[in-house]
Structure formats: structure tokens, C-alpha cells
């Protein structure tokens, strides 16, 4: 039978056994930068859940609509600081210029509507990478709009119509969704214009009709009485995607975890702009998008898609090749990056 010896040798041992788990436990939450209680990881500028960025000032080109929100909420909520990476916010003065300084060298990722980056790889432009989707329509944010002179859709066939480019998003879903009701849709003439200049014009009677995009649906419902004429996201346009940020292929391959932490980052501000409209989506858009704090709860808001499917995206192609803005068929999954897989 053990005596009291043994039983103090033994009590010993367990708790020298117990110092030794606690202080090789401690050495490893100190390896990693975790904390016992929180068990979360401190960020920090050399490196994110991926590796170490390669890059982590990065220029990014952008453009000041309601796509941008989760973007400007990471930016000041420092998710991108977080993952590592210093953004510096470039403003673009449209989708296609931001493409063009994109392929020159003067941006690192750029905001771009996906018919804009489709058309420069169907050129041979560029080898463009789509990083992360970012915006995908939904009724009330893309609209035909007019002052009388289109009552119904079928009145568009010979008008005059603003749109921001041709074999854009505007005019192509505007196409698409005109089809059945007019026997010839190129009768239709296109008034390429920025969007700010689009109610204006309306109301000097220069155009007919206007195919705008938030806010300026809203704006220029309540500024000069524009009404609506048709949704361009319904029917075979309903949900489709919108835009996105995208990269050359040769700097995705050189910063595969700058484009990793870049993609962590965005994702966090679109939770944020998904969940908390009021408090996160709205002062962004009062602060960036320069919309008035009365507009801004007014604004039709479509989603922003948590993850980047190649499916979805191959639908602004398959559009495009219909209507003539591409010549041959276009495979999206060449393009787009997969996500990172730390999350």
C-alpha cells in the first residue's frame, strides 16, 4: 500500500507536470501573436494569415458610387491596416480611365464595371484578373428614366438615350431588356454623357430619355421629376453583376498574399455595409458619395456579393457576346483570383 511518501512524490510530479503544459502553452500563444484570453491575432504591417504582403502600399483606383461603400468602410474602419496593407485611395474620373491607368502602371487594383475589364482581355488589351466581386443589381438601381417623352418602353425605339458608354452595363441590360418590345432596337440612338449630366439634359429637353444609376435614380427623381420608365436589372438582367476590383495578371502572380489580404480586408467592410445600413453603408455614402444625409436613407441599395463566382460573371460576357461589344466567346474563369483560403 503507497505511504505518505509516495503520495507527496506523486503531487509532486503533477504539479510540475501542470507548470510545464502551462509555460509550453504560453510559449506557443506567444509564437503565434495570439492571446490566451481573446485567442484573436494581433495585425500587423508584415504580415497577414497568408504570409507577409509583398506589396503593402498599394494604390487603389476608385470611383465615388454606391458600389464603393464596403471599400470606404474598410478603408476607415482600418480592415485593410489590419491584413497589412497601406491603401492609398486614387479617384478615377470614370470605370474606363481607371482600366486605362491600371494597364499603364499607375494603379495596383482598380474599380472597374465588369463590360470595361471584359472588353480590354477580349482585346488583348491586357491579362486582367478580377480580385473581388463587388456589386450586383437589383430592381431600383439602374433605371430608365424620362420627362415625358418615353411613357412606356416601347416608346424608346428611335429616342434619344443617354447612357455613360457604350457596350456598358447601361446601355447593354437596357438592350436586353427592350428586346421583346421593340421590333429593332438599334433604332435607338445613344447619347454617351457622364451621369451628372444626365438630368440636366433631361430637363433641356437634349435627350429623351436617360438610363440612370444610383443615386442619380433617386436624384433625379426628386430634382426634376424624372420618372420611371423600365428597370434595367429584371427579367434576363435581374441580378446581374455589376462591378468589381480587378488587377493585371502579372502583379497577381508577383503579390498573391497582397491580393489575399486585399480580398480579407473587402470582405470585412461588406459585412459591415450588409448588416448595419444606418450606422456603416449610409455615413460612407454622405462622406465619399457626396449624397445629403436627407437622400441617403432613400437610396435603393442592390448586393454586395460575399464571395466571387466566375458563373455569375460569365453572364456580362454571354451579354456582351449577344449584342455585339465582343466579337468571340469570353471564358470568365480564367479571370477571376480565388479567394484566399485564411479567412
Request: with cysteine; aromatic share 4%; glycine share 10%.
Amino acid at each position: 500500500m503507497p505511504g505518505r511518501g509516495d503520495a507527496v512524490k506523486a503531487s509532486r510530479s503533477r504539479t510540475r507536470l501542470s507548470i510545464i503544459a502551462t509555460t509550453a502553452l504560453a510559449l506557443v500563444l506567444a509564437a503565434s501573436g495570439c492571446s490566451a484570453i481573446g485567442g484573436g491575432s494581433e495585425p500587423t504591417s508584415s504580415g497577414t494569415p497568408g504570409g507577409p504582403v509583398e506589396k503593402p502600399a498599394i494604390k487603389v483606383g476608385v470611383l465615388p458610387v454606391v458600389d464603393m461603400a464596403p471599400f470606404f468602410v474598410a478603408v476607415d474602419s482600418g480592415y485593410f491596416k489590419q491584413e497589412g496593407l497601406d491603401v492609398q485611395v486614387v479617384t478615377a474620373p470614370s470605370g474606363p480611365k481607371a482600366i486605362e491607368s491600371l494597364i499603364g502602371g499607375d494603379l495596383d487594383i482598380a474599380v472597374t464595371s465588369y463590360p470595361g475589364a471584359f472588353a480590354a482581355q477580349a482585346k488583348k488589351a491586357a491579362d486582367i484578373k478580377i480580385v473581388t466581386d463587388l456589386y450586383a443589381a437589383r430592381p431600383g438601381h439602374g433605371v430608365l428614366v424620362s420627362k415625358g417623352k418615353i411613357t412606356k418602353p416601347e416608346d424608346a425605339a428611335g429616342k434619344k438615350i443617354a447612357v455613360t458608354s457604350t457596350g456598358s452595363i447601361s446601355d447593354l441590360a437596357l438592350k436586353s431588356v427592350l428586346q421583346p418590345r421593340i421590333a429593332d432596337i438599334n433604332t435607338i440612338k445613344w447619347v454617351p454623357m457622364p451621369l451628372p449630366d444626365m438630368g440636366p439634359a433631361l430637363e433641356r429637353g437634349d435627350i429623351d430619355g436617360a438610363v440612370v444609376i444610383e443615386p442619380f435614380v433617386t436624384l433625379t427623381e426628386k430634382s426634376i421629376g424624372a420618372m420611371p420608365v423600365i428597370d434595367i436589372a429584371s427579367g434576363p438582367t435581374a441580378e446581374l453583376p455589376m462591378s468589381g476590383f480587378a488587377s493585371l495578371a502579372k502583379w497577381v502572380t508577383a503579390n498573391p498574399n497582397t491580393a489575399a489580404a486585399f480580398q480579407r480586408g473587402l470582405a470585412k467592410g461588406i459585412k459591415d455595409v450588409k448588416s448595419d445600413r444606418g450606422g456603416k453603408l449610409e455615413p460612407v455614402l454622405i462622406k465619399y458619395v457626396k449624397i445629403d444625409a436627407a437622400t441617403a436613407p432613400l437610396v435603393h441599395i442592390s448586393d454586395y456579393p460575399e464571395s466571387l463566382d466566375p458563373i455569375r460573371l460569365q453572364r456580362v460576357a454571354d451579354l456582351m457576346l449577344k449584342f455585339g461589344a465582343i466579337k468571340e466567346p469570353l471564358d470568365v474563369s480564367k479571370m477571376v483570383v480565388a479567394p484566399p483560403s485564411n479567412k
